[in-house]
């Protein structure tokens, strides 16, 4: 047995602060200690054993961010397995994919979740048990009742497990990134600790907020991390950008994790609303998950102050890419340097390219991971010539300090009478406008052109959506971007899909103009 001094797990915590608040739901207000964490955790880990699971099997699970949500986690965790959160936005097709592609043998959901958990029983035959939390419906027990009868002690054979989480889908279909089983003892494997101690100053006595839904692995695994070194968590149900702020008010919050999206609902208050909360205990603000508009980071860092820090790294874990205040203000637009590996910027052909040359982003590093039942999406994110060389899609480019610099997603890419156009500078510059509250830029269909710009605005008030506002945007953009890089037309929307997460579902908008002209994209 290792010293504790050694292992980072809620259970370390349990014996020596026991009534500490490990999270905290907001608003609901719901509390779970970290004696509470702990005894959840370990019934459910005599659960799954219970039912058959052994080391590297695989569970799933759909909920909101409810205060049972990190009890599965640690259920799983500490019973060696694969446990996947899956998104609960998504509808029963590509939920029934998941959890037929991860092997789950345990599926649990909330009431919430109660419509889709019924719909996918028939199209999901390896499950072998299917929980629910907060009620019970046809085909599921109640998981309250079937945990109430285990033992509230650690399993005897506890080890490290892990998650296996899908890809938003945003560009396909889910990906699911399967990585090795960690080795060691349980409370002794986990890379985020010591970055988020540090870098972050994270220790047993942040209080950490996290406004985004659980089931992304950035929210999901720096929540966990903070419950490996004691501290407490804030989770929103869901993000409402001024009860944000009034939380970092109420709980003293020193830590947080944010999306670009949130930064710009924020600015969206009026100004006023803004200066009524002390954040004066905040002392580090992370950011990740879609690129920032510098318009917007340059704002933000004067309000917050030089404790900005943004990261570019992926569910694959295959690089990590930090940014703090004072190289993002020497570099603007800039999302760092690499901590964890080496970046190679390369073109269509897999030749490294030159400084300041945009293509393809690969990291060198020896983590491993491949999509789970996906051999060839595993090619096609290695580098041609180099094995250890893997790709998350993205295109950007290094500077001549180092620095990396992201153009756009690959996928996104606009080719248009021959020129290739990468839309986030065209979103960047539409969501800035003030009667804008989100963007998107696509490309169309168009005869001559193959295809062309198309920009999709959610406009603050639909009142604005008329051709004059149509033409004052495409004006807008065309006073700092180059023609080509333009939108030719603009349309309205009362609400983008945009995920909770900061990534826009870009794939739905395409799919819905391509299809509407007879094409396939």
Known sequence: MSDNAALFHPGIHAASTPDKAAYIIEPSGDVVTYRELEQLSNQFAHLLRDVGLKRGDHISFVLENHRLYFVLCWGAQRAGLYYTAISSRLGMEETVYIVNNSDSQVFIASNQKREVAAAIVADTPKVKLRLMIDGVIEGHESFEDKL???????????SEGTDMLY??????LPKGVLVPLPEGEFGTSDTIVPLVSMLYGGSNESVYLSPAPLYHAAPLRFCLAMQRMGATVVVMENFDA?????????????????????FVRMFKLDESVRAEYDLSSHKTAIHAAAPCPK??????????????NEYYAGSEGNGFVQCNSHDWLEHPGTVGKPLNAIVHICGDDGAELATNEPGTIYFESESRFEYHGDEEKTKSSRHPAHDSWSTLGDVGYVDADGFLYLTDRKAFMIITGGVNVYPQEAENRLIIHPKVMDAAVLGVPNDDFGEEVKAVVQPIDMADATPEFERELIAWCREVLADVKCPRSVDFRPELPRHPTGKLYKRLLKDEYWKAAGRAI
């Open 148 to 158: 109430a009868g285990y033992p509230n002690t650690p399993i005897a054979d506890e």
């Open 242 to 262: 001024e009860a944000a702020l009034a939380l970092i008010e109420r709980y003293k919050v020193t830590i947080s994790q944010w999306v670009p999206t949130m």
């Open 295 to 308: 318009e917007v980071k340059q704002a933000l860092i004067e309000w917050w102050g030089p404790i900005v």
């Open 167 to 172: 890809s938003s889908g945003t560009t396909g």
